[in-house]
């Protein structure tokens, strides 16, 4: 019996250590770009911080302090090993097994490999238990006024930093509901930065486990951005998103191509009413030669626009 707990401790203590740095420093406060941040030990004004994500490190070459995820707390919250941890477990809520369908449990998601998969785990917990803090919601359900079971369904969830900012965050799935990136979005309107990725995120095509629902004849949707798929789904309508239309990697093409093949259904595109748009169409057709194109009217400029404009009162 004590080897056990001893066994399960020791383990416990490794995922403190596994979680990903940066995505612990940013919520200690720190701001994080390109692996640096400025140094809160020294008076530093020149992003001394630096974040190893393959070792899971951090060393500031300003005052020389260096080590792991507890290293980190520890030197940030003041606090010693104990309570480094302790802090460290009450930021990663216990999971629970969420309802609905497309999404997996914790327990599957940990075939998640290598760095990615380590820095992305650390974020599925949120997912599973979501909550939204009034700014969330006004942004939602007051400002994008989507249907609260499309919410539900891309289990948006929000957050606030140490400086009181709030975000809300978006997971991104694979077709088999396995969580391989996180977008945060900054709720402050016009703050910046407005969007955050945290290591080892995979946002590409976003809402995938939304084909598995599909049935022949059905209609697809291909939107640009998460906020312009959120305000399809909440037509009823079925929808995937592109991250924008300068971010179409030949991995979603291939994606879409595939998808193309295997399921009987027609395919539909609403671009954003600017040329980027119009370009990703003609991108999109190469792989999906049946792709039907609409036009927005000319007051939008993306479907969330034009989505609002449906749901004003006449």
């Not at 097994?97 to 997996?104: A, D, F, N, S, V």
Request: positive net charge; glycine residues 6%; aromatic residues 10%.
């Amino acid at each position: 019996m004590n080897n056990s707990k001893f066994k399960m401790d020791r383990i416990e203590l490794q995922k403190l250590r596994d979680l990903p740095i940066e995505g612990v420093a940013e919520r200690l406060g720190l701001q994080v770009v390109r692996h640096k941040a400025l140094c809160p030990f020294p008076d530093d004004h020149h992003a001394s911080l630096s974040f190893c994500v393959r070792r899971n490190t951090y060393h500031c070459f300003a005052c020389g302090a260096h080590g792991g995820v507890i290293d980190l707390a520890m030197n940030l919250l003041h606090k010693d090993f104990r309570e480094a941890c302790r802090w460290l477990t009450d930021e990663t809520p216990s999971p629970s097994l969420p309802e609905g369908r497309g999404y997996t449990s914790t327990t599957e998601s940990s075939s998640l490999s290598g760095e990615a998969g380590r820095g992305v785990a650390f974020y599925e917990r949120f997912f599973q238990r979501p909550w939204l803090s009034p700014e969330a919601r006004k942004f939602l359900f007051e400002e994008r006024r989507l249907d609260e079971r499309v919410v539900r369904w891309c289990r948006l969830t929000s957050w606030r930093d140490r400086q009181g900012v709030p975000w809300l965050q978006i997971p991104y799935y694979d077709r088999e509901g396995k969580l391989v990136g996180v977008q945060n979005r900054n709720l402050v309107p016009g703050a910046l930065p407005r969007f955050r990725f945290p290591a080892g995120s995979q946002c590409g095509i976003y809402n995938l486990p939304v084909l598995n629902l599909l049935t022949p004849g059905e209609e697809l949707w291909i939107t640009e951005g998460a906020s312009d798929c959120w305000a399809m789904l909440s037509t009823g309508r079925k929808a995937i998103a592109i991250p924008s239309a300068t971010l179409l990697t030949q991995k979603d093409k291939e994606q879409l191509s595939i998808v193309h093949c295997q399921l009987s259904i027609e395919i539909h595109i609403f671009p954003d009413r600017d040329l980027p748009g119009e370009q990703l169409f003609l991108q999109l057709q190469k792989v999906i030669p049946n792709l039907q194109h609409h036009q927005l009217p000319p007051s939008c400029k993306d479907f969330s626009d034009y989505y609002l404009l449906q749901k004003k009162p006449p």
